[in-house]
């Protein structure tokens, strides 16, 4: 893999872009105060802007590493306020695989944008970062996340049984993946921009 840190992509609806302190109250009143969204993720809602600020501190200081992927998603006509997150939630050079986490704000759930950021992030690892694996998972419970995933042509690979923990307790975990052969087969008829 050659790494390239978070680098902009734009898509046809939005901007991947790195955090930046500014976003502090865009981050909270947009999504990350919502305990709806926060339901099956790994960290609470924040009960303020100073957890956001806390949180965008580490996500900002992190930037200096080549290999930390971290990204808001901001619809072009949101006057650059973020809505949500997708980043690299687990990394392993070795097999040049990475592991995917994203939450959007739920006034834009249903509106195809998280697959479309999924889509260009999967995009961005396969052609410029070379991964050979991509790699996502949820709670059963929470089935839209596995449809993202499905939507962006990753295949379901199996259920491990009480192997995760999120805001819920102790979960069954979904894994879905995509590999570069599965990704380079493909492209020439798919359009991974949307």
Request: glycine fraction near 8%.
């Amino acid at each position: 893999m050659k790494h390239l840190g978070t680098v902009r992509i734009e898509t046809e609806r939005l901007v991947l872009r790195k955090f930046t302190m500014d976003d502090a109250e865009a981050m909270f009143s947009n999504y990350a105060s919502d305990p709806e969204v926060s339901k099956f993720l790994t960290w609470p809602a924040h009960a303020d802007v100073e957890g956001s600020k806390k949180v965008l501190t580490r996500f900002t200081s992190a930037y200096i590493d080549e290999d930390h992927y971290c990204w808001a998603i901001v619809p072009k006509d949101n006057n650059d306020r973020p809505i949500g997150g997708i980043s690299v939630v687990e990394k392993r050079d070795d097999i040049g695989m990475v592991e995917i986490g994203y939450c959007i704000g739920r006034s834009w759930w249903h509106q195809g944008i998280t697959s479309e950021a999924l889509n260009a992030v999967i995009r961005f690892f396969f052609l410029e970062v070379g991964v050979n694996r991509i790699q996502a998972i949820h709670d059963p419970r929470n089935p839209n996340s596995g449809k993202v995933m499905m939507k962006c042509k990753m295949k379901y690979e199996g259920t491990n049984r009480q192997a995760g923990k999120n805001n819920q307790g102790i979960c069954d975990v979904l894994k879905y993946a995509i590999l570069a052969e599965d990704y380079f087969k493909d492209i020439n008829g798919d359009n991974r921009n949307t």
